[in-house]
């Protein structure tokens, strides 16, 4: 998991392991597991992409 010190700043370094972002027809970013390749969430409150996630290509 990415490390967050200090703790509190509201900040992370470092990238989400074992997950990965692409870009539905819609527009909307979904997030998937790269283990199962499981999709897991939808970002439906903005079309931008998920924070400290890596993309597909």
Known sequence: MATNPPS??????GAVRDRSQTKTPSGHFVKRDSKTGKFMDV?????????GVRKEK
């Open 43 to 51: 970002k439906t409150s903005s079309k931008t992409p998920f924070k």
């Open 8 to 13: 509190g700043d509201g900040r992370r370094n």
